[in-house]
């Protein structure tokens, strides 16, 4: 199908990352199953480092390569940097995504904000919240301007 | 191996039709319209066709208006049928909750007019209920407008029982036989519909061409104006090689379409109990009152898109109602509407057959679903949370 780029298709064939941590440091969820997309991310954190990430995703195709392409580009990265990802990197990393999929890129942004966010407040470290405007909305709102 | 399982959506042309169409394109070039001889050479082929597709339906030549399709036969039926209703000051229109957008779009229309719109429940074998529309059958109705069978999930509505409820009142019924036309027994006079609308590629016809039923009587008004066509009804140069394909290809299905819906329907019916074994999942539609070629389910914890892209990795064609399959955020107003919760009804998943399937594809099938379902399910959090208890199960 030419629906989506080959990125795209390769990351849904083959979703990196794919599964469960159990004793994750850090899991943000988002979306809802009612409009049929739900990303789960599970982080594990050394030292300020994001040393390993794992996704689960209920939905579309492009749902599940945003995911996949999202853990890829923050693994091993520090939390600062992972906090900078931005759905845009994650669209342009997949070679593009259809204008109404971006949202799913949006999903993938806001997953692993939710993840991180859960990791301070579990470890009570400061942050700061402006950072993180993203990660508790639901893809439900407006996210116009992402697209 | 390749199944091709999107019958519904459209078919192949079958040969016989191809035929039909290049020997109408190259031998029968002129115009209909044109006075000279390779005009009414034409013309003759056309007003052949229109004698056979008439008798095909049980109906008289004159009553049918070759279209560019269903939707356009729809369109022209409802709005003939609601514009010379407000003439006498009828503004109602009934019609039902799982009409294909053809219909409910064009009734959107009127709304906006000013008509006010009855969409009929059906239950969740997904069937019309002939009550329900007795009591929404007012004096101030000026159509009622039922499909025969329903394309996403292929019940076949009563269509006979409110025609007749109709006739009754003296008010005017369309049926939209898109899927049914070449697959079910359809005669307009059985059925006792005043309009009838039909799309040729669901029988193995080309693409672009269909026709309209209206009956001796019934008001009809032209959507598109221009030159004299179909009687006045339907301007432009007739699509000569479409039509006779059409009709060539109408006339293969019913010759052997008693044939064909018992083994069709045994394909489905191995199909259905096959694919029933997958945990949690559901089939839509009435099990038995639905077309011969028509298996739908929705399956819990996944997203249809996905499927469909998987499948397609597999070589097997199938369609979706999710939401992410159409761009929208609503899944299938069908699946909805026979009380599939929205977080369900994203993981449907519709196969439809015709007589070019096999038995080996049908048994590929329930190889290779369950495989899909289950590897998507492997990576839903949602799955997850259903199986952990922390969610409950809907199918």
């Known amino acids: ?147 | 191996m390749k199944v091709y399982a999107d019958n519904a959506a459209t078919t192949r042309l079958r040969p016989e039709a191809l035929r039909a169409y290049t020997e109408t394109a190259t031998e029968f070039f002129g115009n209909p319209s044109s006075l000279h001889s390779e005009g009414q050479r034409a013309k003759e082929v056309l007003e052949d066709c229109r004698a056979r597709m008439a008798k095909a339906l049980g109906a008289l030549p004159r009553e049918i208006v070759f279209t560019s399709g269903g939707s356009e036969a729809d369109n022209q039926a409802i709005l003939s049928a609601a514009r010379a209703g407000a003439q006498k000051g009828k503004t109602r229109i009934v019609s039902t909750a799982i009409e294909h957008h053809a219909v409910l779009h064009a009734l959107n229309r009127l709304k906006r007019e000013g008509f006010t719109i009855d969409l009929l429940p059906v239950g969740t074998d997904g069937i019309v209920r002939a009550a329900d529309a007795e009591k929404a059958l007012g004096e101030d109705v000026c159509l009622c407008s039922v499909m025969l069978a329903n394309n996403e999930i292929g019940t076949v509505q009563p269509v006979k029982e409110i025609a007749a409820l109709c006739r009754a009142r003296k008010i005017p019924f369309h049926t939209d036989a898109v899927q049914a036309v070449g697959h079910l027994n359809v005669d307009v006079n059985e059925l006792g519909a005043d309009y009838l609308a039909l799309s040729a590629h669901k029988f193995g016809g080309p693409r672009g061409v269909g026709a309209l039923y209206a009956r001796t009587g019934a008001p009809l008004s032209p959507l598109v104006e221009g030159g004299a066509q179909e009687r006045g009804k339907r301007a432009g140069t007739e699509n000569l090689p479409a039509i006779a394909a059409m009709t060539v290809a109408l006339e293969a299905a019913l010759a052997t379409r008693p044939e064909t819906e018992a083994y069709v329907s045994a394909l489905r019916d191995r199909l259905i109990d096959g694919l029933s074994r997958i945990p949690h999942c559901a089939l839509n539609g009435d099990r038995t009152r639905r077309l011969a070629g028509n298996v739908s389910f929705c399956f819990e914890g996944i997203e249809g898109e996905s499927l469909l892209l998987l499948l397609d990795d597999k070589g097997v064609s199938a369609s979706s109602g999710s939401a992410c399959t159409s761009g929208s955020l609503d899944p299938s107003h069908v699946l909805l509407a026979i009380g599939r919760v929205h977080d369900v009804a994203h993981g449907s998943l519709r196969l439809t057959l015709n007589e070019e399937n096999t038995k080996e594809e049908v048994d590929y099938l329930l190889t290779v679903v369950p495989e899909v379902v289950e590897t998507l399910r492997n990576m839903s959090p949602v799955w997850r949370d259903l199986t952990e208890g922390k969610r409950k199960f809907i199918l």
């Open chain 1, 1 to 147: 199908m030419s629906l989506y780029s080959e990125k795209v298709m390769d990351h849904f064939r083959n979703p990196r990352n794919v599964g469960v941590i159990e004793d994750a440091d850090g899991v943000g969820e988002v979306g809802n199953a009612k409009c049929g997309d739900i990303m789960k991310m599970y982080i594990k954190v050394k030292d300020g480092i994001l040393a390993d990430v794992k996704f689960e995703t209920f939905g579309c195709g492009s749902a599940i390569a945003s995911s996949s392409m999202a853990t890829e580009m923050i693994k091993g990265k520090p939390l600062s940097e992972a906090l900078t990802l931005t759905n845009k990197a994650v669209a342009e990393a997949l070679d593009g995504l259809p204008a109404y999929k971006m949202h799913c890129s949006v999903l993938a942004e806001q997953a692993v904000q939710a993840a991180i966010l859960d990791y301070y407040k579990r470890n009570n470290i400061p942050y700061d919240e402006e950072k993180f405007r993203c990660a508790s909305c639901s893809h439900e709102h407006d996210h116009g301007e992402e697209e």
